[in-house]
């Protein structure tokens, strides 16, 4: 559960559940703790979480239904993982309104 509450609190609550499908990107991709660990912290930390409650119960459709998931992620991490890289990418090349307007204000001073 540390992966993935502590995923939530970096990306916050946008990044996590709508962010990068609805365009709504932060500044720069987070680094920072878990993410400076795993890749992937929230779907390593959900299935480790599935696998502990099934072992705590000793139910091994559990893991079973945990090696399903994981699986199911790991198909969404073949083009998640791109897409992310693509939209910061194309976000790091594209300069930002915040950008434009302190150039044009800068050039008005030498004017």
Do not use: C
Not at 19 to 38: E, H, K, Q, S, W
Not at 78 to 95: C, D, H, L, N, V
């Amino acid at each position: 559960m540390v992966f993935v509450l502590s995923s939530t609190y970096m990306l916050g609550i946008t990044g996590t559940f709508l962010g990068d499908y609805f365009g709504i990107l932060m500044d720069a991709r987070v680094t920072g703790f878990p993410f400076n660990v795993l890749e992937n912290p929230m779907y390593v930390g959900s299935t480790l979480s599935f696998i502990g409650t099934s072992l705590y119960h000793a139910k091994p459709a559990g893991l079973v239904v945990s090696a399903y998931v994981w699986l199911v992620y790991s198909i969404a991490l073949r083009f998640e993982g791109p897409f992310t890289t693509m939209i910061y990418s194309k976000r790091a090349q594209t300069p930002t309104p915040a950008k434009k307007s302190s150039a044009s204000s800068s050039s008005k001073k030498k004017l």
